[in-house]
C-alpha cells in the first residue's frame, strides 16, 4: 500500500490492521442509507455527493488538537498512522485503505477541538469502482460487514429556533459597521457570520439531515464529522494523484423560483461590480496560497454562475499541479482562512470578525473533509452546516454568513444570511 512521505516526528499514533475489499457497484449506489441508527450523532461520517463519496461509522482512532499548531499535529499524527498502517487494499483508488475524516477549527482561538477520526467501517463509491474498508486495533484483519439499507430514519419533532448573539438587527447594524471601517480604508472585506440555535423535542437523527440534504442540494457535499453536519457548495481543495482543484464561491444572489427571472438574476449577478469585486478577492488569496504548494497553476479569467437550489453564486475552479511531498492536509491548511470565509487582508478581517460576530465560530468555516494514507483528499469549507450540541443530540447551532465589501446593504445581507440559514432549516422540516 502506498504511504506518506516518513512522518517528521515522535506521534503516539494507532497501529490500524484492515482491508479494503471490491464492492459490486449496486451495493453502493446510496451511500446515505447504508448508515445504521446511532444515538451519537459523532459516530457516523459523510462525505457525499451525486451518489459518490464516502461514508463510515463506528471509530478506530482519532486525534484532537487546538491552537496555531492544529494543522501540523493533525499532519503528523497521520503520517504516523499511514506509516505503520497493515492494511490489504484490492482496489487502489483516492480513499481506499485508511481513511482520516477531519473537521478544523476556524480559528486558532476557538474554544472547541479540531479533529481527525478514522471510521471502523468506510464504504466508498467512486463512479464505477465500489469499496469497503474494515479497520481494527486487534492483530487480526477483520472480515468484510454484509452491508444492507438500514430502517429509514425519523424525522425531527417540534424544532424550534432562537437567535445566536446577533437576531437580524444586530447582524444589520455589524454590517453596517463593517462597510464604515471598510470605507475608511481599515480593510477591502470581510465576512461576517451569524447563528441560530435549535432545540428539538426528541434527538435529531443526522442520518435525516444527510439524506434531506444530499436530495435538496445534489451538487453539494454532504458532510458529517464528529458532529458537524452540512451541505457545503465550496470545494476549499482537492488533491488526486498530483491534481489540484479548487473551487471558489463569493458573490452570491438569492433565487426566485422562477427559471426565467433566475436568469435575469444570474446575469445581474455576473455584472454586478460589488460582487465582481468581492469574489476577486477571494480568488487571488487561493492563487496565492497554492503557488508555494505546485509548479503550475491554471486560473481563469472570469467566473461562471453556479445554481443552486436557493441560491446561485460566482464561481471560479482554479487548477495546478502538486509538488510531489505536498498532501491535500497541507493544501487545505495554507488556503485557510480564504478571503470567501473571512476577508482581505486576513489578519485584520480576522480580528474584526471576532469583535463584531460576538462568537466562537468553532469548526464553521473551517476545513472538512477526509485524507487517505497516500495524501490524496477532498477538503472543503465547512458551509450550509450545523453543529450537535456534544451533551444532547436534541440541540444544534446553526451558521450562516456574507461577505462584506463597500458596496454591501446591511438589509440585503441580513437576507442573505437568511436565505444561507435555509437548506439545514428545510432538512430540519421548515417549510
Known amino acids: 500500500m502506498t504511504s506518506l512521505p516518513a512522518p517528521p ?15 459490486d457497484p449496486a451495493t453502493a449506489t446510496a451511500l446515505l442509507d447504508l448508515l445504521p441508527h446511532v444515538a451519537d450523532p459523532a459516530a457516523l461520517t459523510s462525505w457525499v455527493r451525486g451518489g459518490n ?10 486525534h484532537r488538537s487546538h491552537g496555531d499548531e492544529r494543522f501540523a499535529d493533525a499532519q503528523a499524527w497521520w503520517h504516523e498512522v499511514a506509516a505503520s498502517a497493515v492494511v490489504r487494499d484490492d482496489v487502489e483508488v483516492s480513499g481506499t485503505g485508511p481513511v482520516a475524516f477531519g473537521s478544523l477549527t476556524f480559528s486558532a482561538d476557538s474554544a472547541h477541538d479540531s479533529v481527525l477520526l478514522v471510521p471502523e467501517v468506510i464504504v466508498g463509491r467512486r463512479g464505477e469502482d465500489a469499496w469497503v474498508t474494515t479497520l481494527t486495533l486487534a492483530p487480526n484483519v477483520p472480515g468484510t460487514p454484509v452491508l444492507t439499507s438500514q430502517e429509514p430514519p425519523q424525522a425531527p419533532l417540534g424544532v424550534a429556533y432562537t ?3 446577533l437576531d437580524a438587527p444586530g447582524y444589520a447594524a455589524a454590517v453596517a459597521e463593517a462597510v464604515a471601517r471598510i470605507g475608511a480604508g481599515d480593510l477591502d472585506k470581510v465576512v461576517l457570520a451569524r447563528s441560530l440555535e435549535v432545540l428539538a423535542d426528541a434527538p435529531i437523527d443526522v442520518r435525516w439531515l444527510l439524506q434531506r440534504l444530499a436530495q435538496r442540494y445534489d451538487n453539494t457535499w454532504a458532510f458529517a464529522v464528529d458532529g458537524l453536519v452540512g451541505a457545503t457548495p465550496e470545494m476549499l481543495v482537492r488533491l488526486e494523484r498530483g491534481l489540484v482543484t ?5 458573490g452570491t444572489i438569492q433565487r426566485s423560483g422562477h427559471d426565467e427571472k433566475d436568469l435575469a438574476l444570474a446575469a445581474s449577478l455576473a455584472r454586478s461590480s460589488k460582487d465582481l469585486e468581492e469574489h476577486e478577492y477571494a480568488v487571488r488569496s487561493v492563487a ?5 504548494h505546485t509548479s503550475s497553476m491554471n486560473v481563469p479569467e472570469s467566473p461562471f454562475v453556479l445554481h443552486l ?14 509538488r510531489p511531498e505536498v498532501t491535500s492536509l497541507d493544501l487545505a491548511a495554507s488556503l485557510h482562512p480564504s478571503a470567501a470565509v473571512c476577508g482581505t487582508p486576513t489578519a485584520t478581517a480576522g480580528v474584526m470578525l471576532a469583535e463584531l460576530e460576538q462568537m466562537d465560530r468553532g469548526r464553521y468555516a473551517g476545513p472538512v473533509g477526509w485524507m487517505d ?5 477532498d477538503w472543503g469549507i465547512a ?8 451533551a444532547d443530540p436534541s440541540r444544534m447551532t446553526l451558521y450562516a454568513g456574507c461577505g462584506i465589501v463597500a458596496g454591501s446593504d446591511p438589509a440585503s445581507e441580513v437576507a442573505e444570511s437568511v436565505a444561507k440559514f435555509l437548506p439545514m432549516r428545510e432538512a430540519l422540516g421548515a417549510r
Open 53 to 62: 463519496g464516502l461514508v463510515g461509522w463506528g471509530r478506530v482512532a482519532e
Open 383 to 390: 458551509l450550509r452546516c450545523g453543529a450537535y450540541d456534544a
Open 9 to 23: 516526528s515522535d506521534v503516539a499514533a494507532p497501529l490500524l490492521v484492515g482491508r479494503t475489499t471490491r464492492l
Open 163 to 165: 437567535d445566536g448573539p
Open 246 to 250: 479548487s473551487r471558489v464561491l463569493a
Open 309 to 322: 437550489s436557493n441560491v446561485m453564486h460566482l464561481a471560479t475552479d482554479v487548477t495546478a499541479v502538486a
Open 288 to 292: 496565492d496560497a497554492l503557488a508555494a
Open 373 to 377: 494514507t497516500r495524501g490524496d483528499g
